[in-house]
């Protein structure tokens, strides 16, 4: 699991928090489908604030073109609400988690909670964020680990199909 979390934004008790991510998410609800990646550009600094500049536009691209501006407010929206730390204890498969101690968009803390929370993890902090990680560390196409390779951070069109 990388940069995982069991409370949502909305129930972490950060109002300063909550205010900065309801602000993006009513701009997202504006110009998300707009052909200037203004907007979605945020959740790109977000999610990937070391990537190459190819990587920043194919995500910008694919935010616009893989969902519509209604549910990209819905599903940020949702997020926020999530609250599984009272179930994550009865996980019984060993888990490997990830996090990036400078991921933008789930704060470190909230994987060092999760890890808290799982009976059964080795928990990894790595340095950066996640995708620049994955590029200094990815073992190889055979590898059983993979990163952004199937989310087309590493080429590929992005499409709303």
């Not at 928090?17 to 200037?36: M, N």
């Not at 009865?90 to 968009?105: I, N, S, Y």
């Not at 964020?129 to 590493?154: F, H, K, Q, W, Y």
Request: one cysteine or more.
């Amino acid at each position: 699991m990388c940069n995982g979390w069991s409370t949502g934004w909305a129930r972490r008790g950060d109002p300063e928090d909550v205010e900065r991510r309801k602000a993006i998410i009513k701009l997202s609800g504006i110009g998300w489908d707009a052909q200037t990646p203004l907007y979605r550009e945020i959740y790109t600094k977000l999610y990937i604030p070391d990537g190459t500049h190819e990587q920043k536009e194919w995500l910008n691209e694919a935010q616009r073109l893989c969902t519509t501006p209604e549910n990209a407010v819905s599903i940020q929206m949702a997020m926020g609400e999530i609250d599984v730390s009272g179930e994550v204890s009865k996980v019984t498969a060993p888990c490997l988690l990830f996090h990036a101690r400078g991921d933008q968009a789930v704060p470190f803390s909230c994987g060092e909670q999760l890890a808290g929370q799982l009976p059964d993890v080795q928990f990894v902090p790595l340095d950066g964020d996640i995708i620049s990680t994955c590029r200094r560390i990815a073992p190889g196409p055979n590898s059983s680990v993979r990163c952004g390779a199937s989310s087309g951070l590493e080429g590929g069109e992005p499409s709303r199909e």
